[in-house]
């Protein structure tokens, strides 16, 4: 049963255009939520992430938006660049702050 | 760079064969972090350790286990290996061990294959 769902394996933006990256999830206690980025060959690298005390966290192109009552977050990326093309996790922590992991959306910048 | 060095990347080996996977965290990280990640899923928490202590288990199986030594590196033993324990396996440090921010420094990975 996953706890962390990306229902969307797959993405493609045209660059400079808004890339959203959507992710669900099955537990109202989560409470702290992670964005993670990975290239080809490489492990993933952290990103954003956002706190269930706000329902918005900003740094740079990339803003994360929490929606508690729908159990819901997203990652969006403005404006989308070549280099953003990678697969994004997005992450929580269970209660004993061990990172849960979504499945992954694969994010395609076309020129 | 995160800092965080595994080895071997790349391991092929036969099933039933037994495999050590080796991490080197980030330079003053006491914690150590073991994932798997199969094909077209997510990371799977394996196991954490702390300065040399077990903190934590996920969706470790009995046919494989893990230590963190004095000098702050880790081993994954993988033993009894079948075809489904084909995976990519990353390593992850972070400074503090449990109930932090959450940030962790992955390394490459190590990609075991089982023929």
């Known amino acids: 049963d996953q706890q962390v769902k990306q229902n969307s394996p797959s993405l493609s933006v045209q660059e400079g255009r808004i890339s959203i990256l959507n992710c669900d999830y099955t537990?109202?206690?989560?409470?702290?939520f992670l964005w993670y980025k990975k290239y080809p060959a490489e492990g993933p690298t952290f990103l954003i992430s956002?706190?269930?005390i706000k329902d918005k966290n900003e740094d740079g192109r990339f803003t994360v938006f929490l929606n508690k009552s729908a159990k819901h977050l997203s990652l969006h990326i403005v404006p989308s660049q070549p280099g953003d093309s990678a697969v994004y996790f997005c992450?929580?922590?269970?209660?004993?702050?061990?990172?849960?992991w979504g499945a992954g959306t694969k994010l395609i910048i076309k020129p | 760079d995160s800092g965080v060095t595994q080895t071997p990347k790349h391991l092929i080996t036969a099933t039933g064969q037994r495999v050590t996977l080796r991490c080197s965290p980030r330079s003053g990280d006491l914690s150590v972090y073991w994932y798997q990640q199969s094909l077209d899923q997510g990371l799977q928490f394996l196991i954490h350790y702390y300065n040399g202590e077990e903190r934590a288990k996920g969706n470790i199986l009995e046919r494989f286990s893990a230590q963190q030594f004095p000098d702050l590196h880790s081993e994954l033993n993988l033993s009894s290996l079948e075809l489904g324990d084909s995976a990519l396996y990353f390593c992850a440090s972070s400074v503090a061990g449990y109930r932090h921010t959450g940030e962790l420094f992955f390394g490459e990975g190590s990609r075991l294959t089982v023929l």
């Open positions: 956002i706190s269930s």
């Open positions: 992450a929580t922590q269970d209660s004993n702050y061990q990172l849960i």
């Open positions: 537990n109202s206690m989560f409470d702290y």
